[in-house]
């Protein structure tokens, strides 16, 4: 019987009650489809800090390393942004992606039909939405020198090279191969040199993918059609900051923050997180949802342990729930027969698996 | 009587076309309110590369410079984006912000009850929305220096100083008290050394503004909240790309990109243009809502020539008109009693002046 080994991180705020019920599932379905999984916990954020003085352990480091994948829940809080820049909870985020590799961030935003109502925007304009949004994780104006700040004159570097490129380029033609085979590539050629060199790499990769259609968009417009008709896209792929702007604009388009996952990939230890935060104000409450971490665990047995089956039903599951009218506080307006905490969230995802 | 001297640029596509409907009720108000107009015409964009070989001719640059105020109506398109970087209209639109000292964009996005449905948000979300946007036009990765690509490699800069922080944040609190007393000022501080500044920057600023109250937010949540309840927002101010990116993003709360003006201001002559395009595909069909470009001619008034009432006469014109019921072919769909051409359209805001 297969055995994988998985770093855990909880991290602050309701990162553990969240990770928990992702746990909670992994087990169910790991049992119906004859995996076994061992897990490891390791201190990342803010709790590391309080902890051990600092945001990212090297334990931590090296433990996921040694792991075939990470779960990640989510680190931060008010707490520590008063802390200097080298050691709050970003930093060590950023540090950790960079320390794994994990050139590529997915960020899937699908329209789930039950909750079509969910977004701010026109139900006719998002239904059967799924765009997969591909950002580049550790280049760009995150990382690049110099950057200095003396108190009257401060910059940052926004830099890319061609091999940074085409590796996320890859990334994103090879999903689009598997999905509507249309790659969106947004950058700011127009003014910037660093997108004038991506948008020329774009168009030579795009000969290794015959099959998909590339199109080029400035971010702004791209922003705009985010909004306007977000369902002419099927893979974006844009750089670091770029990226950080329009997949929280895309997770706009689903509208229910609580629902959206994410997996960051490259050479070394992926990392699977939901896409919101924290969120310190409703810690401990018992009524954060879960369901986007437990999604992220799903792109795990997809991406990084190659067991599609299990994550296949691990999606149905959570597509059955939602039909049948099950909803976590965040999303009780809509349509919801009965409204469940997070735990009773988790419970009801691992029995219908 | 006042005169006042105006430097017209058509530009190209659709330019001519709406530039000459502002200029018509331009004229009738002026009449009304006993001051004189003189105009006069320069080349820029494509216009101006086919004509003169270069996208900003020296005398563009002169003749703007010793007039009162610039409208302006759209440059670019297709024919002229495969020149190389330093001849593309593009290029001509940046050097003349910078020529200009246009340091303050200020975009309103306000959604107008009668077009509430325009929009793909919820018409609960965004009815009543009065936001403005102040970006920063004549510095960061804009033109920040060192920038280069060779090839292999390329990077720009993101760079402010505190003079020009203060300047544009001077312009943001100015404008907040004269409406409802909020600044919300956009930054990535949780990772960029340029946006640590800009906040601190902002902070101290905020102490010359008691009154105002001064929040900060990070650019991937603003993107967000645009979409999520734009209601919340009453002055953002923010750098050049990151205003670029959610400029266009509050337009789309609005919806009717053909409605929004923008105003360019500095320590020289301001250009007032239309946020939207050349739109080269209806360019000449006598089809493109006239109405951003003469709200742009209002914003010129306004803040130009200080002619308020003037300003006033225009803005109640286009809503009375909107109120009942006509609407150029781009708004036909949303409760229109009777589609206009451009001409129309023009002549009956300046009538109904
Ligand atoms: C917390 C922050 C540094 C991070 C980022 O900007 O990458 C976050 O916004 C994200 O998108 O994961
Ligand atoms: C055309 C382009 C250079 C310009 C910009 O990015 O400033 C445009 O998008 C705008 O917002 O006025």
């Given at each position: 019987m297969k055995n994988y080994k998985i770093s855990v991180i909880k991290g602050d705020g309701i990162g553990p009650e969240i990770v928990d019920e992702a746990i909670k599932v992994l087990n169910s379905v790991s049992k119906k489809c004859d995996f076994?999984?061992?897990?490891?916990?390791?201190?990342?954020?803010?709790?590391?800090?309080?902890?051990?003085?600092?945001?990212?352990?090297?334990?931590?480091?090296?433990?996921?390393?040694?792991?075939?994948?990470?779960?990640?829940g989510s680190i931060g809080g008010e707490k520590w942004d008063t802390l200097p820049r080298e050691l709050r909870p970003e930093t060590g985020l950023l540090k950790f992606r960079e320390e794994m590799g994990v050139y590529a961030n997915l960020r899937p935003a699908i329209v789930y039909d039950e909750l079509v109502n969910a977004s701010t925007?026109?139900?006719?304009?998002?239904?059967g939405c799924d765009i997969?949004?591909?950002?580049?994780?550790?280049?760009?104006?995150y990382f690049g020198q110099p950057r200095a700040n003396d108190g009257f004159k401060a910059y940052n570097t926004m830099v890319y090279t061609k091999p940074e490129i085409i590796r996320i380029g890859k990334q994103a033609f090879e999903l689009a191969m598997k999905r509507d085979k249309r790659v969106c590539s947004?950058?700011?050629?127009?003014?910037?040199?660093?997108?004038?060199?991506?948008?020329?790499t774009m168009n030579e990769l795009s000969k290794d993918y015959p099959e998909?259609?590339?199109?080029?968009?400035?971010?702004?417009?791209?922003?705009?059609?985010?909004?306007?008709n977000?369902?002419?896209f099927d893979v974006i792929v844009t750089g670091n900051i770029f990226g950080d702007i329009l997949s929280d604009t895309a997770s706009m388009v689903v509208g229910s923050i609580g629902l959206l996952p994410s997996a960051s990939t490259g050479d070394?230890?992926?990392?699977?997180?939901?896409i919101h935060g924290s969120a310190p104000d409703i810690a401990g409450m018992g009524i954060a949802n879960p369901i986007a971490t437990i999604l992220s665990a799903a792109m795990m047995l997809r991406y990084s342990l190659n067991e599609i089956k299990a994550a296949d039903l691990i999606e149905d599951a959570i597509k059955a729930v939602l039909k049948d009218g099950y909803r976590t506080k965040d999303l009780a307006s809509f349509d919801a027969k009965e409204v469940l905490n997070t735990t009773a969230m988790g419970d009801l995802i691992a029995a219908y698996i």
């Open positions: 076994t999984l061992d897990y490891k916990e390791y201190l990342m954020g803010g709790i590391a800090i309080d902890t051990t003085g600092h945001p990212l352990p090297q334990e931590t480091v090296d433990g996921v390393l040694d792991s075939d994948a990470c779960l990640f925007l026109k139900p006719e304009v998002i239904q997969m949004v591909v950002r580049e994780l550790i280049g760009g104006i947004v950058d700011k050629a127009n003014v910037l040199e660093v997108s004038q060199l991506w948008r020329d998909v259609t590339l199109s080029h968009m400035y971010v702004d417009n791209a922003a705009m059609q985010l909004v306007r977000p369902k002419q070394k230890t992926a990392i699977y997180e939901p």
